[in-house]
C-alpha cells in the first residue's frame, strides 16, 4: 500500500491553515472549536495516520512526522484561541513569518516530504 497520495494531502490540508487562520483573525469567526484543533488525531492526516500500523510510524522520519503534527496542532490552537477572544494583534504577531507556528509547519512540511520520498507508492 502507498503513502504519498495521503502525505500529499496532508502537506496540502495543513498548508492550509495559515490562510484560515488569518481568515479567523479577520473575522472572528471560526467552523471548528480550539479544541478539536489542538488535538493531532482528529483530522484527515491524524486519523490516517494513528491508523498506520505501529511498524511503520516507529521509524525515525514518522516519529519526527508525528512529533512535528503534534506541535502543529498545539500552535495552531493557541493562535485560533487568541483570534477568537479578540487578540488579533498577538495572533498576527504569532502567525506572522519568523514565528513559531511558521517554523514549526516548515518543518513538517520538509518531514512530510521527506518521508513521501522515501514512502512506498
Known amino acids: 500500500m502507498g503513502y504519498k ?9 495543513h498548508g ?17 472549536q480550539v479544541s478539536q484543533v489542538q488535538v493531532d488525531n482528529v483530522c484527515a492526516f491524524g486519523k490516517w495516520f494513528y491508523s498506520l500500523p505501529p511498524a511503520v510510524r516507529a521509524g525515525d522520519v514518522c516519529a519526527k512526522v508525528q512529533k512535528l503534527h503534534a506541535d502543529f496542532h498545539v500552535e495552531a490552537a493557541k493562535i485560533l484561541g487568541m ?11 504569532a502567525i506572522a513569518f519568523g514565528g513559531r507556528f511558521m517554523d514549526i509547519s516548515g518543518k513538517l512540511s ?10 512506498p507508492n
Do not use: H, P, Y
Request: aromatic share 4%.
Open 16 to 32: 492550509a491553515w495559515r490562510q484560515r487562520l488569518i481568515t479567523v483573525i479577520a473575522t472572528g469567526n471560526s467552523d471548528v
Open 83 to 93: 483570534a477568537l477572544s479578540g487578540k488579533n494583534a498577538e495572533a498576527e504577531k
Open 5 to 13: 497520495e495521503d502525505i500529499d494531502k496532508a502537506l496540502n490540508a
Open 110 to 119: 520538509l518531514a512530510l516530504n521527506q518521508w513521501k520520498s522515501s514512502a
